[in-house]
C-alpha cells in the first residue's frame, strides 16, 4: 500500500528543463510544488569538475548521466506487423536522467522554430491547396501561434543567455543574422562565440553560393552572463566536452546552471531526486487527476502524493508512458487512426556530410557544444516546394562541436576501419576535417506511434513504452535533397573529400542521430486528433498538463529546446494567469 | 618468445611481419624488469611546440599486465586481434603495446562486463536489423564465447588458434569475420568482430587511466592535446595553425 502523504498545490514529474521553468513559474505563484525526479541530484561544482569530467569514455561512450535501460528502456519495431524488441542499450537517442535532465548535457543549439512551422497545415494548404499533404501525414498546427509565442521564445533566451546574431528585430532585417527567421524583439542577449576555421569557411562558401549563413543560435556563453534570475553563467572554454557532459566552466544554459540555484532556496519547492512516479491517480468522473503515485528509489517505498495540479515534464517516452499507463485519454490505434494518445511521435531526419581539407589545420577539438554558422535556405517552407517531391527541410550547418578521440575520428569513404591503411588516414585526416549537419525535419506519419508494450517491462513492473517507426518516402527525399545542398556547399568550401551520407532505408536505433524525439501527447484544439489543447492542458483532465516536445504535432528543421522552453512559459503564463483564477477547462472541446 | 621483446624488436617485427605472434608470446610470460614509463618534462606541457611530437621515440617499453579475468588464451586471442587493428608502426606501437588488452580485461572484468546500464529481461528474440544487439549475455560472457567461436573457426579453417597464425592470415581471418562470412557456431562473426573493433578502439583512444593508451600514444599519433581542454584564448590565435602541444590525461591533473 502507498504511504499517502499531505496534499500539495502542485506536483511535477520530471526535473529537466520543462519541470525546471515549470517549478520556478509557480513558485512565482506563491504555490506549493513537490518535484520528482527518478534520478540523481546533480550539482555542477561538485559532479562536473576537472579533471574527471574529460572522461570521454565515461560520459560519451558509457553514457553515465543519461537514463539507465536496465531501469526503463523503449521497445521497437519497424511496423505493426513486426515484434518489437527492447533496446537494450540506447545509442540513436539519449534520454536524460536526473536533477536538469538532458539539459545537463545537452549542446545547447538553441533555436526558434519558424511561424510557418507553428501552424503548419494551415500555411502549407493555403500556399499549396489542400491537396499538397498526403492522406496519411498527420501534420496540423499547434494551437498557439508564433506571434503568441515570442515573447515567451524571448524569456527563455533571456533565461539562457544565448550567444547569437539576430536576423529580424521587429520586422527589420538585419544582415549577418538569419532573414528567414520569425520577428523578434530584441537582439540575442550574448554576442555570437567565435567562429572555428571550418565555420568560416562554411560562411565564405555559403555567401558565394548565394545563402545567408549566421551563427548557431548557442547556450554556450560567450561572456559571462547574469540571467533575469540573478544566476551568473562564466564564459565558454571551447573545451570540446559539452554534449554527453556537465559544464566544467559554468558556462553552458542548463536547468542547473539557471534555475535550479534560485530553485534550491525556494522553501516551497520540494525536489525529491530519486524519486520514480509510477502513475497518476485519475478521477474519469471528475475529469481530474487527484494524485501521483512514486517509489522512493532509495528504500523501495511506496508513496502517494495528491496534488491540485499534476504537470508531467517526464520527456517524451515519459508523459505518454505515464497517460497511457494511467489510463488518461484514448490511446491512438493506426488501423482506425482513432484515438490520440501516443500518436504524432517523430524524431528527426538528420543526416551529416563530413568534409576532408587535405593539408588544413582545424583544430577540431577546439570546440563548443552550438559553435558553428548555419543556413536556414531550405528549411521549412523557406523554399518553394511546388513541383518537390516532398515537405519539409532543414538547416544545414557546420557545427564545431568536438573531436574526442574514441567516437570522432572521420576517414574519407572508402578507408578500412582498421590496420595500417586506416591508421594512417586516422592520423592524416583527424586535424583536417569537419561535418555538417542537415537538421531534416521529421513530419508526422499515420503508422508511426507510441503504445504500451504487451511483453516487456521496467523495474517499477509497468510495461515499456513501444515506439512503431520508420523513415517515410517524405523523410528519404527530403533528407537527400538536403544532403545533396550540403555536399554543394561542401564542393564550394574546396573539400579535398566529401562524405554525404543521406538518411536511406529504414531507421536503425543503434548510430546516434539526435535526441529531437516529439509527439506522443501532440496539442491542438481538436480533441479528436490531439491529447492537450494549446495550453498544454490535457482535454480529459483539466489539472494536468503536459510539457515537452512530446505534445510537438510534428517535428521541424531545428532542435526541439527553444521551443520547449518557450512553450512551457506560455504554458505556466495560462496556468498563472488563467487557470488558478478559474480552475476549468481552458479552451472547449 | 620467453621475454619481452624490446620496442625497437616490434617495429622490426611489425616490418617483417612477425609481430603479432611475438606479442602473443610477452602476453604469455611478461618479463617484470622492463622499464618503467618515462615522465614527462614538466615545461613542455603547456607551450606550443613547431614540430610535430615524434610518437615512436617517446614511447615506453611496454609491459604486459596480469589479467583480472582474461585466460591465457583470451589475453593472446585480443592481443593477436588487436595488433593486427592496430599494428605497429611509426604511428605508434601496436595496439597490445598500448595497453589495449589491458583495458578490455578490465572493463570486462568490472561493470560493463557484468551488463551494467543494460535491459537484460527476456523473452529473447534473434537480432533484427535496425533493432540493436539481443544477446542476454552480458559482454563479459558475449566476448568470451566469440573469442571460444573465433579459435574454434580459425582451428577448424587454418588448423590454430587465431594468434597463432602469421600477421597475414590473422588480417585476413579477421576481414573474413567483418564481413560476416566466418562461420561461427552459434555466434555471428560480425557482431562479435564489431563488438570487438569497439572495444580495440575505445582501449587505443580513451584516456590512459583505463589501462590503455599508454603514454597517449593515439593522442600522440592524432595530434589531441587532451585535458585541460580549455581553448577560450586559443581558438582566435591558433585558427588555420597547428596546435601542437605534450597531451595530458586524467592523471596530469589528479
Ligand atoms: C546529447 C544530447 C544533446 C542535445 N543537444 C541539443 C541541442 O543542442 N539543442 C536542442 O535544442 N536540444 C538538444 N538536446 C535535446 C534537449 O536536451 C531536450 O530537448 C531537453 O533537454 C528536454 O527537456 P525536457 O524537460 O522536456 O526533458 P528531460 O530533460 O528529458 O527531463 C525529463 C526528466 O524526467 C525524468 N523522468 C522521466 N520519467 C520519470 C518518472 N516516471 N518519474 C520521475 N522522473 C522521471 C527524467 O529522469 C528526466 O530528468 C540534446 C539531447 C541530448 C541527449
Ligand atoms: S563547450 Fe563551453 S559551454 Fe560547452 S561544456 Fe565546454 S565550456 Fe561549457
Known amino acids: ?589 | 618468445m620467453t621475454e619481452a621483446l624490446p620496442r625497437r624488436r616490434f617495429l622490426i617485427g611489425a616490418a617483417t611481419g612477425t609481430a603479432a605472434v611475438t606479442v602473443a608470446g610477452a602476453f604469455a610470460a611478461p618479463d617484470l624488469a622492463a622499464a618503467q614509463p618515462q615522465e614527462t618534462a614538466p615545461e613542455t606541457k603547456s607551450a606550443p611546440k613547431p614540430e610535430t611530437t615524434a610518437a615512436a621515440a617517446e614511447t615506453p617499453e611496454y609491459i604486459p599486465e596480469p589479467m583480472q579475468v582474461l585466460t591465457a588464451t583470451e589475453a593472446a586471442f585480443v592481443a593477436a586481434a588487436a595488433d593486427a587493428m592496430i599494428p605497429a608502426d611509426d604511428l605508434s606501437p601496436s595496439g597490445s603495446e598500448c595497453g589495449v588488452v589491458t583495458y578490455i580485461d578490465r572493463q570486462l572484468a568490472g561493470a560493463y562486463g557484468a551488463g551494467a546500464r543494460m535491459y537484460r529481461a527476456g523473452p529473447f528474440h534473434a537480432a533484427v536489423p535496425g533493432a540493436g544487439n539481443q544477446s542476454p549475455l552480458p559482454p563479459l560472457e558475449f566476448f568470451r564465447a566469440g573469442i571460444k567461436a573465433a579459435n574454434d573457426w580459425t582451428k577448424a579453417t587454418h588448423g590454430k588458434p587465431l594468434d597463432g597464425l602469421e600477421p597475414a592470415k590473422i588480417a585476413e581471418a579477421l576481414k573474413t569475420m567483418e564481413a560476416g562470412k566466418a562461420e561461427f557456431a552459434s555466434i555471428g562473426s560480425r557482431p562479435f568482430f564489431n563488438a570487438l573493433l569497439t572495444m580495440v578502439m575505445e582501449g587505443f583512444f580513451a584516456d590512459p587511466m583505463y589501462g590503455g593508451n599508454r603514454n597517449m600514444a593515439s593522442w600522440r599519433m592524432i595530434g589531441y592535446p587532451g585535458l585541460p581542454a580549455t581553448y577560450a584564448d586559443k581558438i582566435d590565435a591558433f585558427r588555420g595553425k597547428r596546435y601542437d602541444v605534450e597531451p595530458q590525461s586524467i592523471a596530469d591533473f589528479s
Open chain 1, 1 to 589: 500500500m502507498a504511504k499517502k502523504l499531505p496534499e500539495v498545490d502542485a506536483v511535477l514529474v520530471g526535473m529537466g528543463w520543462s519541470g525546471s521553468i515549470m517549478a520556478r513559474e509557480l513558485s512565482k505563484a506563491g504555490l506549493t510544488v513537490v518535484a520528482l525526479e527518478r534520478g540523481a541530484n546533480r550539482v555542477p561544482g561538485e559532479d562536473f569538475t576537472l579533471p574527471g569530467i574529460r572522461d570521454e569514455l565515461r560520459f560519451s561512450v558509457r553514457q553515465e548521466l543519461m537514463q539507465d535501460p536496465s531501469q526503463e528502456t523503449v521497445t521497437f519495431r519497424h511496423g505493426t506487423d513486426k515484434q518489437a524488441l527492447p533496446m537494450r542499450r540506447f545509442g540513436s537517442f539519449l534520454p536524460g536522467d536526473g536533477v536538469g535532465g538532458m539539459g545537463t548535457h545537452w549542446n545547447a543549439m538553441t533555436y526558434r522554430f519558424l511561424p510557418s512551422d507553428h501552424s503548419l497545415r494551415s500555411h502549407l494548404t493555403q500556399r499549396y491547396g489542400k491537396k499538397s499533404v498526403p492522406d496519411d501525414m498527420l501534420i496540423s498546427d499547434w494551437g498557439v501561434t508564433y506571434d503568441e509565442l515570442e515573447g515567451h521564445y524571448d524569456r527563455f533566451e533571456k533565461l539562457c543567455g544565448l550567444s547569437g546574431k539576430a536576423g529580424n528585430i521587429k520586422g527589420k532585417i538585419h544582415p549577418g543574422g538569419n532573414p528567414f527567421e520569425g520577428w523578434r524583439s530584441a537582439e540575442y542577449p550574448n554576442k555570437p562565440l567565435k567562429p572555428s576555421l571550418a565555420g568560416t569557411m562554411f560562411e565564405a562558401a555559403t555567401k558565394e553560393l548565394g545563402y545567408n549563413p549566421f551563427p548557431a543560435p548557442a547556450g554556450n556563453m560567450s561572456a559571462p552572463y547574469v540571467n533575469p534570475e540573478g544566476v551568473r553563467l562564466g564564459a565558454c572554454q571551447y573545451c570540446g566536452h559539452c554534449e554527453r557532459f556537465g559544464c566544467e566552466a559554468n558556462a553552458k544554459s542548463s536547468p542547473n546552471t539557471t534555475l535550479l540555484p534560485v530553485l534550491a532556496k525556494e522553501p516551497k519547492v520540494d525536489i525529491r531526486d530519486r524519486c520514480y512516479a509510477s502513475r497518476l491517480v485519475y478521477d474519469k468522473a471528475g475529469k481530474k487527476v487527484t494524485a501521483v503515485v512514486y517509489v522512493d528509489l532509495r528504500t523501495g517505498e511506496e508513496y502517494e502524493q495528491p496534488a491540485g495540479m499534476v504537470f508531467l515534464s517526464a520527456w517524451v517516452f515519459g508523459n505518454t508512458h505515464m497517460m497511457l499507463h494511467s489510463g488518461i485519454g484514448q490511446p491512438y490505434d493506426p488501423k482506425t487512426g482513432k484515438g490520440v494518445v501516443g500518436r504524432n511521435y517523430c524524431h528527426q531526419v538528420q543526416s551529416q556530410v563530413g568534409v576532408f581539407f587535405e593539408g588544413k589545420e582545424m583544430n577540431p577539438f577546439m570546440a563548443a557544444g552550438s559553435l558553428g554558422m548555419v543556413i536556414d535556405d531550405f528549411n521549412g517552407d523557406n523554399f518553394d516546394h511546388s513541383g518537390m517531391d516532398f515537405l519539409g527541410g532543414g538547416y544545414i550547418a557546420l557545427n564545431s562541436t568536438n573531436a574526442r578521440p574514441i567516437l570522432t575520428r572521420p576517414v574519407p569513404p572508402g578507408t578500412p576501419r582498421w590496420g595500417s591503411e586506416w591508421k594512417e588516414a586516422t592520423a592524416k585526416w583527424y586535424r583536417s576535417s569537419a561535418s555538417m549537419n542537415c537538421q531534416g525535419s521529421n513530419y508526422s506519419s499515420r503508422g508511426n506511434y507510441l503504445d504500451l508494450d504487451p511483453t516487456y517491462k521496467d523495474i517499477l513492473g509497468r510495461p515499456l513504452i513501444r515506439m512503431t517507426y520508420n523513415f517515410t518516402d517524405n523523410d528519404r527525399r527530403m533528407s537527400a535533397f538536403l544532403t545533396e545542398k550540403g555536399a554543394g556547399i561542401a564542393k564550394a568550401m574546396g573539400a579535398t573529400h566529401i562524405a554525404a551520407n543521406a538518411r536511406k532505408g529504414d531507421f536503425d536505433v543503434v548510430p546516434y542521430q539526435s535526441s529531437h524525439n516529439t509527439g506522443g501527447t501532440p496539442m491542438g484544439t481538436d480533441p479528436k486528433t490531439s491529447v492537450v489543447n494549446k495550453y498544454l492542458q490535457s482535454w480529459d483532465a483539466h489539472n494536468l498538463f503536459v510539457l515537452g516536445a512530446s505534445v510537438f504535432p510534428q517535428n521541424a528543421g531545428y532542435n526541439p529546446t527553444g521551443a520547449v522552453g518557450a512553450l512551457t512559459y506560455w504554458a505556466a503564463d495560462a496556468v498563472v494567469n488563467k487557470y488558478l483564477k478559474n480552475p476549468g477547462h481552458l479552451m472547449k472541446a
